[in-house]
């Protein structure tokens, strides 16, 4: 998206393929943007412009959240009318938490359902703005500063807690004044896109899977290199650590002002821990990997404050506590919390996604093991997020266990 709106070739290694991050290039390319095609070899080619043009049809952001909501706050700062949906999913999660602080801003959203996709926005000429966020959420965090960067307004606002801050560092690395004391952010709006070269860190949400196989099985050792370090990202260790896990950290160069390293795994002894609802944002894309763990684990995890979950691709915390318990494992939900006791029995059964590539891939993991036998429905859904994920997770335990 940044180089979208940066005059000039950006050439960007290491980019994902998966269906999210095609769906940004798709509706990108269709308000103007020059994007080669994406491919798991080579670099990708971003030919940007410093404003973007109105688009022709429907800006269809798939499956991605990540693409709709911070779409938005692009569009807020351009003079035209664009159409926004994705598919059926999609289409329920909640948009008026990001669409209410940018119509207060002075963006325009007819929408055609109460609070989701579709909806048309038309931008224009902004003002600046002071929010309280609803829930910590990196999504409308990002939105809203998009909107406020280009748009050449003032954004001051206050998070309920820390969400991840892969914008704030970007933004501060094109030369955007963005100040956090506490829990408000401040940004004023004197930076400027400019065309950039550099490689992706590996995802940790997408790591967080295959060291968990890994965790689980009987011996053998994992090195996930290249891997991001942005501390915002990657609570899950410290959940693992009081686990029992033991997960070394090796760092290595940082990309635009992106920390980044490996990470090393080994087998262990697994038991149960408590996640605080002041951790759930940290670790809100590892809680299907947690849980899958939690089943192994000596004694009963307990997961606090899960609500947000219940807006993801599915209601991701009903759907957990119902397959884990379709395989033979005890999960119970009380409330917006989740309690997960561990067993060494053999898990068993039939596991629903709902195409909710995090259950796919937390099941798939638990299916590794030898004395499991679990089929999904859709494993090909995790290519949301992780292209070729099954053949990761084959290949882990044929070359590495």
């Known amino acids: 998206m940044l180089a979208s709106l940066a005059p000039g070739r950006s050439t960007i290694h290491g980019a994902l393929t998966s269906f999210d991050a095609r ?38 952001c798939g499956n991605s959240g990540t693409t709709a909501r911070l779409l938005l706050g692009i569009l807020a700062a351009h003079p035209f009318a664009a159409r926004v949906s994705g598919d059926a999913s999609l289409r329920r999660r909640p948009m008026r938490r990001v669409t209410e602080p940018l119509h ?18 038309t931008g224009g000429a902004l003002r600046p703005l002071e929010w309280t966020l609803p829930v910590a959420s990196a999504q409308i965090k990002s939105a809203l500063l998009l909107a406020g960067a280009l748009g050449g307004v003032s954004v001051a606002l206050t998070e309920p807690g820390l969400s991840r801050d892969h914008t704030e560092r970007l933004l501060r690395h094109f030369g955007f004044d963005l100040r956090r004391q506490g829990r408000m952010l401040q940004l004023n709006p004197t930076g400027v896109f400019r065309p950039f070269t550099m490689r992706v860190p ?23 290199a290249s891997v991001g370090l942005n501390p915002t990202r990657i609570g899950f260790l410290a959940v693992l650590a009081r686990m029992g896990a033991v997960v070394d950290v090796i760092p290595g160069e940082d990309a635009l002002g992106e920390p980044c390293g490996d990470l090393v795994a080994r087998p262990a002894r697994l038991q149960a821990t408590s996640i605080a609802a002041g951790e759930v944002p940290g670790v809100v894309d590892e809680i299907p990997m947690l849980a899958i763990l939690a089943a192994r684990a000596e004694g009963t995890t307990v997961f606090q404050g899960l609500g947000e979950l219940r807006v993801k691709e599915s209601d991701r ?40 590539h995090r259950i796919a891939m937390a099941f798939a993991v638990l299916g590794s093991q030898a004395d499991s036998r679990i089929q999904i429905d859709d494993p090909d859904c995790a290519a949301v997020s992780f292209p070729h994920f099954s053949d990761r997770l084959k290949a882990l335990f044929k070359r590495n266990l």
């Open 23 to 60: 769906a940004s290039a798709r509706v990108l390319r269709q308000l103007g943007a020059t994007i080669s095609p994406l491919r798991s070899s080579g670099p990708l080619t971003v030919l940007g412009r410093r404003r973007l043009s109105a688009p022709v049809g429907t800006l269809d």
């Open 104 to 121: 207060r801003m002075g963006a325009t959203i007819a929408a055609g359902a109460e609070d989701g996709l579709p909806l048309v926005i």
């Open 202 to 224: 590996g995802d940790p949400s997408s790591a967080a899977f295959l060291i968990a196989a890994t965790l689980l099985a009987g011996e053998g050792e994992i090195r996930v």
């Open 317 to 356: 915390l009903a759907l957990l506590a119902r397959n884990l318990a379709a395989v033979g494992a005890h999960a119970e939900v009380r409330g917006d919390d989740l309690l997960i006791r561990g067993s060494e029995a053999r898990y068993r059964g039939h596991v629903i996604t709902h195409g909710d």
